[in-house]
C-alpha cells in the first residue's frame, strides 16, 4: 500500500466478538475464524490481513472489540501473527457477547473519551479482501464523508455477498464527495435468495466496513431508540447509555459483575439492525473492491471457482463423477479423494473429517453439541 501519511483522529475497529460457529469446525473457541489462514497453506491470518490493510490509514492504536473466551488467543495472535507490538493494540474485552451494536457502540465510546473528535473505521476481522489501486480511494473517500457527519457504508458491487445477506439501495447523490449517495434503503439479514435477486437488479451489498464520527454513531443509536420505528431498535438508546457509561471506567473494569450486570441486560442485537435499517445519515460509497467473508460454512465456496460440474477444491483433493460438491482441505497431509457425491461439502482438518450434504449446513450446531457431549 503506497499511504504512508495516517488520516488525522482515524481510529481502527476490528470486530471479533464472535468467534464464529457457522464456520465450525474451522472455527473454534480456541482458534476463532479470524485465525483461519487468508488460504489454506498461507502463513498470513485473515486478522493479520485485515491490520496489513487498515494499519497505514492510522497512527492510533487498532482496537479489537472481543469477548473474555477468545482474549487470550486474540492477544497472541496480534502479537505474533500481526506483528503489533503491545503499544500498537488495544483489546476491548466484553464479558459476553450481547452482538455488534453493543460492541461497537462500546468501542466507539471509549475511543470518544480518549479523542473527542475521532472518526472510526469499523471492519470485521473474518473478511478476505483483494487489494488494488481503488483501495486506497475508497477509504479516502467514505473518510471524507464521514467528516460531514454522515456514516459511509462500503458498498460492493460484486455479484456474490460481501459479508451477510444484507444490501443497499442507493438513492439521491450526496452534494459533498463525487459517487457517493444516500442510501435509500439498508436491510439486513435477507433470505439468500431474495438478496441476490434484489442486488442482480442493481442494489450494493453491504461489505460489512463503515466510517463515522464516534460522537455521531452514539448520537444516531440515541435517535433510533426514541423513534423507536423497529422492533430491533427499540432499546438502541440502552446501547448507547450503557456504553458511554462503561466509558467512563477502565477496560479491565468491563470484567465486575456490575458491569457484567449491566451489559446482559441489554439487547442481543446487530448494529445493522439497531441502527442502519432506522438512520437516515447513510451514505453509500460504491466499491469494487472484492470483499468475502469467511464467515460459515457455506463461505467456503467463495474461495474457489466452480468446475463445469459445480465442484469446487480448495487444497489437495480428487473429486470423480461428482457434482456440486465442495472439498475444503486445510493442513491435513493427505489427500481428499470422493467418488460419486452430490451437493456434499468436506472439510479435512488435522484433527477430524467433517462430510455434511449442503443442506444440512443450518444443522451443523447439532453436531458440534453431541461431540462436546462427548468430551470431544
Known sequence: MARTTAFPHLHIILQCEDYGSRLWPIAREQDPSCAAPVAPGSDETLLASAVRRLKPFTDEKIRVVTTLPLAPGLDALLANSCGLKMEDYELLVQPTQRGSAFAIALAAAR????????????????????????????????????????????????????????????????????????????????????????????????????????ALLQGELKKAGSLASTPESRESHRIAEAANFLAQLEPRDWLNQAAKELIESLPLVSLEKALFEVSRQLVLVPTGVRFDALSSLEDLDSLAGPSHEGNRVVGEALLNRCRNTTVYSQGAKRTVVTLGLKDVMVVELDDMTLVVSKDQLDNIDDVRTELQQRGR
Open 111 to 214: 475511543i470518544r473519551r480518549l479523542d473527542p473528535q475521532a472518526v472510526v473505521l469499523v471492519s470485521r476481522a473474518d473478511q478476505r479482501v483483494e487489494l488494488d489501486d481503488r483501495w486506497e480511494r475508497v477509504v479516502f473517500d467514505a473518510y471524507q464523508v464521514a467528516l460531514q457527519d454522515q456514516i459511509a457504508v462500503l458498498g460492493g458491487v460484486q455479484e456474490t455477498k460481501c459479508a451477510d445477506w444484507t444490501y443497499m439501495r442507493k438513492g439521491k447523490p450526496f452534494p459533498g464527495v463525487d459517487q457517493t449517495f444516500q442510501v435509500r434503503l439498508f436491510s439486513a439479514d435477507q433470505k439468500p435468495a431474495a438478496a441476490k435477486r434484489i442486488c442482480a437488479q442493481g442494489a450494493y451489498w453491504y461489505t460489512g466496513m463503515f466510517l463515522a464520527r464516534a
